[in-house]
């Protein structure tokens, strides 16, 4: 192999086969080799054709032409194990479908309770107490998108207590309407 040139790519290019692209500070590594011809050149980059077989090289060195070969037949069998690996993932992904669905609405389900969770922390939040009487007692009850929404306006939202029904004998109603 070519010592010294570390940036030498190997490219295809039709009508001229393979041929080898080095940056120009490398290129004096293939310039001083009499069996390199010129293609192009830039600023930063010069491209040399090398004839089959090398002369030069080392007999164990195998020509460009033949090593770019087995480049793309390398690139095919990967495409093709790519394509069958695919087609496998979707004939499991297809027989296992309802479980799939099935994991997908657990996972949602804990996406939303985490969210629900992880919002009542950062907003103190409490989990009302629920019972079949007639009394509800709310303290320093809050509405969260009022409150949002006065916060975002730069205004504070105060609390509110409420208490609704109880038993004739505490002075309660049987029937209060709230209305917004």
């Known amino acids: 192999m070519i010592q010294g040139a570390k940036s030498l790519n190997l490219r295809w290019t039709?009508?001229?086969?393979?041929?080898?692209?080095?940056?120009?500070?490398?290129?004096?590594?293939?310039a001083d080799l009499e069996h390199a011809k010129p293609i192009s050149a830039s600023k930063t980059t010069r491209s040399y054709q090398l004839p089959v077989p090398p002369t030069s090289l080392p007999t164990n060195s195998q020509d460009w032409t033949h090593l770019?070969?087995?480049?793309?037949?390398?690139?095919?069998?990967?495409?093709?194990e790519e394509s069958r690996c695919f087609t496998r993932?979707?004939?499991?992904?297809?027989?296992?479908?309802?479980?799939?669905?099935?994991?997908?609405?657990v996972l949602d389900e804990l996406d939303v309770a985490?969210?629900?969770?992880?919002?009542?922390?950062?907003q103190k939040w409490t989990r009302p107490v629920l019972n079949v009487g007639t009394a509800h007692r709310i303290v320093g009850g809050r509405h969260p998108i009022v409150?949002?929404?006065?916060?975002?306006?730069g205004h504070m939202f105060v609390s509110n207590d409420c208490f609704v029904g109880g038993t004739a004998e505490e002075g309660g109603k049987r029937l209060w309407v709230i209305t917004g």
């Open 89 to 105: 993932l979707r004939l499991l992904v297809i027989h296992n479908l309802l479980l799939l669905r099935r994991n997908a609405r």
């Open 114 to 122: 985490t969210a629900f969770a992880t919002l009542a922390r950062e």
């Open 147 to 153: 409150e949002t929404g006065l916060w975002e306006r």
């Open 68 to 80: 770019g070969t087995r480049i793309d037949q390398t690139k095919l069998q990967i495409r093709i």
């Open 14 to 30: 039709p009508g001229l086969a393979h041929i080898v692209h080095v940056n120009s500070r490398d290129s004096k590594t293939l």
